[in-house]
């Protein structure tokens, strides 16, 4: 598929977390230094050697209780600011899709942040939440892929505790939102 026949979605509330969306998003946070989630990676492998977690039924509990309303309360924040950063300075739509990924891989050499992800969804016209479930997507599957290593976890037992960590995205998003909101309000 070329640039001219790619076609890229545009905002709608119905589109806001779509599949579609978050799938031309998650590219955008390839090549991040994951080192805010270094204690959750740490954590899965000593909870797997105590044997505490040793399975996706264990996995999946462990997410949904403790790793994702971390992950909603110290990193989702950090990516609405950077969405709300980038307001100023991105131009909306003025490029393709390829072209807006050709430029983030050129970027990712000096280090790629979240605010530079922010900055090419908002070219890219992609609706706030889709940006922020993509975000929170990549943190569950770098996560589910470390503590797969070290579990042994089966290719399907990962997709089901990311798929399930998933299914939590909006309700976390919202809340991301809410919080954010009533720190600018306060």
Same mark, same amino acid.
């Given at each position: 598929?070329?640039?001219?026949?790619?076609?890229?979605?545009? &905002?709608?509330? =119905? !589109?806001?977390?779509?599949?579609?969306?978050?799938?031309?998003?998650?590219? @955008?946070?390839? =090549?991040?230094?994951?080192?805010?989630?270094?204690?959750?990676?740490? &954590? @899965?492998?000593? *909870? !797997?050697?105590?044997?505490?977690?040793?399975?996706?039924?264990? /996995?999946?509990?462990?997410?949904?209780?403790? $790793?994702?309303?971390?992950?909603?309360?110290?990193?989702?924040?950090?990516? $609405?600011?950077?969405?709300?950063?980038?307001?100023? =300075?991105?131009?909306?739509?003025?490029?393709?899709?390829?072209?807006?990924?050709?430029? $983030?891989?050129?970027?990712?050499?000096?280090?790629?942040?979240?605010?530079?992800?922010?900055?090419?969804?908002?070219? *890219?016209?992609?609706?706030?939440? !889709?940006?922020? &479930? &993509?975000? /929170?997507?990549?943190?569950?599957?770098? @996560?589910?892929?470390?503590?797969? =290593? $070290?579990?042994? @976890?089966? #290719?399907?037992?990962?997709? #089901?505790?990311?798929?399930?960590?998933? #299914?939590?995205?909006?309700?976390?998003?919202?809340?991301?939102?809410?919080?954010?909101?009533?720190?600018?309000?306060?």
């Amino acid at each position: 598929m070329n640039d001219e026949t790619m076609k890229t979605p545009r &905002a709608s509330a =119905g !589109a806001a977390f779509s599949t579609l969306w978050v799938a031309k998003l998650i590219p @955008l946070f390839d =090549g991040f230094d994951l080192a805010s989630l270094g204690r959750w990676t740490a &954590a @899965l492998e000593s *909870l !797997a050697c105590q044997g505490r977690v040793g399975d996706r039924a264990d /996995l999946v509990m462990l997410f949904s209780e403790r $790793v994702l309303p971390d992950l909603a309360r110290e990193e989702l924040p950090k990516a $609405v600011q950077a969405w709300e950063a980038a307001a100023g =300075g991105a131009e909306v739509g003025t490029e393709k899709p390829a072209s807006a990924t050709r430029r $983030v891989h050129r970027r990712k050499s000096a280090g790629p942040t979240v605010l530079h992800a922010a900055e090419e969804a908002r070219r *890219l016209e992609a609706p706030r939440e !889709a940006f922020l &479930a &993509a975000f /929170l997507y990549d943190r569950v599957a770098r @996560l589910v892929s470390r503590a797969s =290593g $070290v579990m042994r @976890l089966s #290719e399907k037992a990962c997709r #089901e505790v990311i798929r399930t960590s998933f #299914e939590r995205a909006p309700k976390l998003v919202e809340a991301a939102l809410r919080l954010q909101s009533d720190r600018v309000n306060a």
